[in-house]
């Protein structure tokens, strides 16, 4: 059960100021302390995001945050390009420590599906980690199916990665 906060959490759409520090924050403070993940990984976080938000021109991609109070407490992106034509890639997605399991994931994740079924992507992909037990939940009852596993060090340690992909309908 999740912290509830003392404002209502809104989801926007669109980049926001601080967005690029806010987002590498939220996922250093989760990934460092529950899996171990250090520089490498938030330099890919951080490096990947600046280098999204410098293209969110491209009416393929777009990001949202969850908020509360004026301040960002979640995120997550489709971006709409680095996959090849008609694929959507679901990206930085995170909901800050004390929020999780209160619906900002949820209402993050189902505006991005509905982005990425309107703009005709065919499938979404996204790549993660065995062990994220939440949000690999979250996906399945979106339609996501885990269509490969293996043994890797993309982020920085040893980790079983993992890709999963959702058709469109």
Known sequence: ??????QPIMVISGYQPGLIARVT????RYYAREHGLGRRFEALVAGGLAE????LDNPLNAIWTAQTGGEIV????IDGEDMGAGIAHLRWFIVADGLRGGG???RLLDAALAFADGHGFSETHLSTFAGLDAARHLYEMRG????EERAGRQWGRELVEQRFIRRSK
């Open 52 to 55: 999204f938000c410098d293209r």
């Open 25 to 28: 924050d939220m996922h250093m």
């Open 144 to 147: 996501f199916e885990l269509a």
């Open 74 to 77: 979640g995120s997550l992106a």
């Open 104 to 106: 900002a994931g949820k």
């Open 1 to 6: 059960e999740g912290g509830h906060a003392a």
